[in-house]
């Protein structure tokens, strides 16, 4: 059974970078067609597609957080990386990494999710 | 940006009564929709892919059907545990988007 799980700091300061790192077990990152992906959800809003990552390396972004946002992956480890920069209130969000099937690009698999609170 | 409009976004109903949630695409997305359920402080649960393929382990009671731009859900018999907010998701395009989301109580 595959499991994600996110980790990093809950509390950022404004204008800093965002980390987060999702840990996979229960399978390789790398075996499979998969994209693994980050998604976020400010409290009591919709969800939002953060970008993904495939095991190549090849990254999508969503445009509106393009040009602050770094998604890696590290398959010696298992886990793939958030880096988002510059940020502000607005990203004060819970933030949840997970799997997209290739056959229907759904999101079968999801960690527990995890608050970052942007404040000084 | 393809923009995905729920309605209603949110809705009462009595244990047992038939729900249906509506979901309509800013452009043509053929079937590749998606939607997901997420309770409470919990993280979304995909339902149904290809807007009407049951995921493994899904109650049939979960229904879902449509193409192009209009797609609709369904619970045909609503269950307490069914409480939750449900969302759909295209995945035609990038960046993937997901519907405002419709939030379902019990009367």
């Known amino acids: 059974q595959v499991q994600l799980q996110e980790s990093g700091p809950g509390l950022v300061k404004p204008s800093q970078t965002l980390s987060l790192t999702c840990t996979v077990s229960g399978g390789s990152i790398s075996s499979g067609s998969y994209y693994w992906s980050w998604i976020r959800q400010p409290a009591g809003k919709g969800l939002e597609w953060i970008g993904r990552?495939?095991?190549?390396?090849?990254?999508n972004y969503n445009p509106s957080l393009k040009s602050r946002v770094t998604i890696s992956v590290d398959t010696s480890k298992n886990q793939f990386s958030l880096k988002l920069s510059s940020v502000t209130a607005a990203d004060t969000a819970v933030y949840y990494c997970?799997?997209?099937?290739?056959?229907?690009?759904?999101?079968?698999?999801w960690g527990q999710g995890t608050l970052v609170t942007v404040s000084s | 940006d393809i923009q995905m409009t729920q309605s209603p976004s949110s809705l009462s109903a009595s244990v047992g009564d038939r729900v249906t949630i509506t979901c309509q695409a800013s452009q043509d997305i053929s079937n590749y929709l998606n939607w997901y359920q997420q309770k409470p402080g919990k993280a979304p649960k995909l339902l149904i892919y290809d807007a009407s393929n049951l995921e493994t382990g899904v109650p049939s009671r979960f229904s879902g059907s449509g193409s192009g731009t209009d797609f609709t859900f369904t619970i045909s018999s609503l269950q307490p545990e069914d409480i939750a907010t449900y969302y759909c998701?295209?995945?035609?395009?990038?960046?993937?988007?997901f519907g405002q989301g419709t939030k379902v109580e019990i009367k």
């Open positions: 990552i495939y095991t190549s390396g090849s990254t």
């Open positions: 998701q295209q995945y035609d395009n990038l960046p993937r988007t």
């Open positions: 997970a799997r997209e099937s290739p056959s229907h690009s759904g999101y079968d698999y």
